[in-house]
């Protein structure tokens, strides 16, 4: 899961994340841990993604999205494809306000359900004020095209470090699927430096890309995008 990447150390609320560097890539996720000494998150034992199974039905509460504003850029940051948003958009959870940061997308998905891997997920990131971070994703299948996505697949950026603006008057609440049913479980960042204590939430209802859409991504990433699954441990997947 990326945050924010650029050519020096950024910070993201109260929490410093590392750029995506050339000391690792997609070819040897195993390596990440060895590969820089703050990257050793990467070989803990609460790490993302996971395969979502054995869950635990739990009395989840509503999911609470304050969803109002637009996204206004496109970025092509070498590992994915990151859309940043307009201020003021938030998620309740656990009591605690976290503002929308960004969203990118994976292809492959990076998590599973039952076993079953989708062609694409989007993780819509946020933080809250002391630096903590949740991740909602959504899984897509191959079906129609995605008129969401449309305008933002229209200009997404062929070069690394390329940023195209969005005009689109579409509110981030239109990025939401119409079941708000969700597993929830705590994880990790799926990239280094894999910091441990993300809030995890997976919509059940599956999302609809057309193969033109997944393709056109992954053509552009020019490999997978997705880290490999990790050990499920002593934790528990609520729904």
């Not at 910070?11 to 841990?33: H, V």
């Not at 999205?65 to 496109?74: E, L």
């Not at 599973?112 to 997920?121: L, R």
């Not at 997978?224 to 990790?230: F, G, H, L, M, S």
């Amino acid at each position: 899961m990326f945050i924010k990447y650029g050519l020096t150390i950024i910070s993201l609320c109260a929490t410093t994340i590392l750029w995506a560097g050339s000391d690792w890539d997609y070819q040897n996720p195993k390596d990440w841990a060895s590969a820089n000494q703050q990257y050793q998150a990467c070989a803990g034992i609460n790490q993302s993604p996971i395969d979502i199974r054995d869950t635990v039905t739990a009395n989840l509460p509503p999911l609470e999205f304050n969803y109002h504003t637009t996204a206004k850029s496109v970025q092509n940051i070498g590992h994915t494809m990151q859309i940043e948003f307009n201020q003021g958009a938030s998620l309740v959870l656990d009591g605690q306000t976290f503002l929308l940061e960004q969203f990118h997308v994976h292809s492959p998905s990076e998590n599973n359900i039952n076993g079953q891997s989708y062609p694409m997920e989007l993780h819509l990131v946020h933080a809250s004020d002391k630096g903590e971070l949740a991740v909602v994703a959504l899984m897509f299948q191959h079906g129609l095209e995605n008129e969401k996505l449309k305008h933002i697949w229209n200009s997404l950026p062929k070069k690394v470090g390329e940023s195209n603006q969005l005009y689109s008057k579409n509110k981030a609440d239109s990025y939401l699927p119409n079941n708000l049913e969700y597993y929830r479980f705590n994880g990790s960042l799926t990239t280094p430096p894999c910091s441990e204590g993300v809030r995890w939430v997976v919509f059940k209802e599956i999302q609809q890309a057309s193969s033109e859409q997944i393709e056109s991504f992954m053509e552009l990433m020019g490999h997978p995008n997705n880290r490999p699954i990790q050990p499920i441990g002593a934790r528990l997947i609520l729904e």
